[in-house]
C-alpha cells in the first residue's frame, strides 16, 4: 500500500522568509508526485507535479520540489514566501497503473506581511 | 478547455433527508472521476472513483452511494444523511491514464442538522 506524510500540519512564517514543507511517502515502485495548493476560497489546484527526468521540478508561482527517491521525499521549497502564498499545501502521490491517488493531511501556511 | 461543475455550492439538511450532490464535467472525454471529502487537518478522503459510466469503485464504507448514469455526469447520494455526513464534498476528474494529475471542482460544502 502507499502513504504520504506531510510532517508539518501548521506552518507561520514572514514574509521574505523561506519555505521548505515536508513529503514523505511510502511505496516500493516507480511513483508520481504531486504537490496542490488551496488559496482560501478556491478550488484545489496543481502546483507542480514530477513524473520523470530531472527531479528538480518547478511550478507555478516561484515554486519548485525535489524529488530525492533514497529518501522517498518530495520536498516543497520557495526561497522567499508573500503574502499572498498562504493556503494549504497538499502532497499526492500515485503509482503506475492505479486510479487510487493517495493524499497527505495538508499543510497550512499563513504567511504574514 | 476543461471545467468542472459541482452544485450545489451549499446545502443545509436535516438529519434523516435524502442527498444529491451533482458534478458534471466539460470538454473531455471519457475522463476518470472522483468524490472526496475534506476534513480540516485530516486532508482528503476518497469515497467513490469511476473510470467509466456505471463503474463505481468504494473506498470506505459509508452512508454514501455514488453513480455515474452518464461519461461525464458523477453523482453522491445518500438515503438517509446522518449528522457525520456533515462536510466539504469535492469532485474531482482526471485524464485517462488515470495517474495524471486531478482536476478538482469547487466543492459543496453540506451541513446536517
Known amino acids: 500500500a502507499q502513504s504520504v506524510s506531510q510532517h508539518n500540519h501548521h506552518v507561520i512564517l514572514s514574509e521574505a522568509a523561506s519555505l521548505e514543507l515536508g513529503c514523505n511517502y511510502s511505496?516500493?515502485?516507480?511513483?508520481?508526485l504531486f504537490w496542490y495548493v488551496q488559496y482560501p476560497g478556491q478550488h484545489l489546484q496543481l502546483l507542480l507535479k514530477?513524473?520523470?527526468?530531472?527531479?528538480l521540478v518547478k511550478g507555478i508561482k516561484g515554486f519548485e520540489a525535489e524529488f530525492i527517491k533514497s529518501k522517498f521525499s518530495f520536498n516543497l521549497r520557495k526561497p522567499s514566501v508573500q503574502w499572498s502564498d498562504t493556503a494549504e499545501y497538499f502532497c499526492?502521490?500515485?503509482?503506475?497503473?492505479?486510479?487510487?491517488?493517495?493524499f497527505g493531511r495538508g499543510t497550512s501556511l499563513i504567511v504574514h506581511p | 478547455s476543461q471545467t468542472i461543475h459541482q452544485w450545489p455550492a451549499t446545502l443545509v439538511q436535516p438529519v434523516g433527508s435524502p442527498l444529491s450532490l451533482e458534478c458534471t464535467v466539460e470538454?473531455?472525454?471519457?475522463?476518470?472521476l472522483y468524490w472526496y471529502r475534506q476534513a480540516a487537518g485530516r486532508g482528503l478522503q476518497l469515497l467513490f472513483y469511476?473510470?467509466?459510466?456505471?463503474?463505481i469503485s468504494s473506498e470506505v464504507p459509508q452512508n454514501l452511494s455514488a453513480s455515474r448514469p452518464q461519461d461525464r455526469q458523477f453523482i453522491l447520494s445518500s438515503k438517509k444523511l446522518l449528522l457525520s455526513d456533515s462536510g466539504f464534498y469535492l469532485c474531482?476528474?482526471?485524464?485517462?491514464?488515470?495517474?495524471?494529475?486531478?482536476?478538482f471542482g469547487p466543492g459543496t460544502r453540506l451541513t446536517v442538522l
Open positions: 469511476s473510470v467509466g459510466i456505471g463503474q
Open positions: 511505496y516500493g515502485g516507480t511513483v508520481n
Open positions: 499526492a502521490l500515485s503509482s503506475g497503473g492505479s486510479y487510487i491517488p493517495t
Open positions: 470538454g473531455t472525454s471519457n475522463p476518470n
Open positions: 474531482a476528474w482526471s485524464p485517462t491514464p488515470a495517474w495524471n494529475e486531478q482536476f
Open positions: 514530477y513524473f520523470s527526468g530531472d527531479p
